[in-house]
């Protein structure tokens, strides 16, 4: 077998942005509060952390890629929650808001994690954003310091 490569999960010298969706704030502030406690747990300068607002899940792609695409960051959180209802609005909006943040870490070779929840119920998204499933906003902030890591090793 050749060479292995595997990231710490130190952030001292990482710069992150945060990109969170206003929609579902109840949640979304929880997964920021979540995401942004655990950078700073892991190393990463709380002046090092900077944070967007977009009006919805919908919009988290294209301000994550302008931040990517502005060079002063090692990595995007994307944060968010996408409740189902009644209409397939919910399938267009995750799909979307999945597909693009995964796009930008793609094109830029910037990662951008994804912290969104999407849920069948609001009682699933509050389990989700620190209750009894955990907080994901902890998640993609350890992927994100995890990836920036590993994007400075590989070759």
Partial sequence: MGKEYSANLIGTDLKIAIVASRW???MVNKL???ARDTLIRHGVSDKAIDLAFVPGCFELPMAARKMADSGNYD???CLGAVIRGATPHFEYVAGEAARGISQVGVLTGIPASFGVLTCDTTEQA???SGSKAGN????AALAAIEMANLMRILP
């Fill in 75 to 77: 990595a995007v959180v």
């Fill in 136 to 139: 994901k906003g902890v998640e």
């Fill in 32 to 34: 920021i509060e979540g």
């Fill in 126 to 128: 509050i389990e989700r």
């Fill in 24 to 26: 579902n704030d109840l």
